[in-house]
């Protein structure tokens, strides 16, 4: 079974960038799309980006698109989600996790990590 960890959460100031990590063990991981979530204290949890298997495809919510980018490392067995023009809504705990169907299906993802606090101060 694939264990997912995320790291790089911590305080960021509005405007600014932080860079997440997510590393799988195993050596499957280029079988699975991957993606991440985020989830705020008292609201449900919300896709924010998808990747398809080989990198080639992405897929974003409205709320990321054009400030977050989704990147691979097969061969390091990591995920990535820059997060630029940081602003105080994004703050959340953020999941990455894999997904053994459609990438951009939400539906299909399962299989998350612990979680990293990112923290946007205004």
């Known amino acids: 079974q694939v264990q997912l960890v995320e790291s790089g959460g911590g305080l960021a100031q509005a405007g600014g960038s932080l860079r997440l990590s997510c590393a799988a063990s195993g050596r499957t991981f280029s079988r699975y799309a991957m993606g991440w979530f985020r989830q705020c204290p008292g609201k449900e949890r919300e896709f924010v980006a998808a990747?398809?298997?080989?990198?080639?495809?992405?897929y974003y919510a409205d709320s990321v698109k054009g400030r977050f980018t989704i990147s691979r490392d097969n061969a390091k067995n990591t995920v990535y989600l820059q997060m630029n023009s940081l602003k105080s809504e994004d703050t959340a705990v953020y999941y990455c996790?894999?997904?053994?169907?459609?990438?951009?299906?939400?539906?299909?993802?399962?299989?998350w990590g612990q979680g990293t606090q990112v923290t946007v101060s205004s």
């Open positions: 990747i398809s298997r080989s990198g080639d495809s992405t």
């Open positions: 996790a894999l997904n053994r169907g459609v990438y951009y299906r939400v539906a299909d993802f399962g299989s």
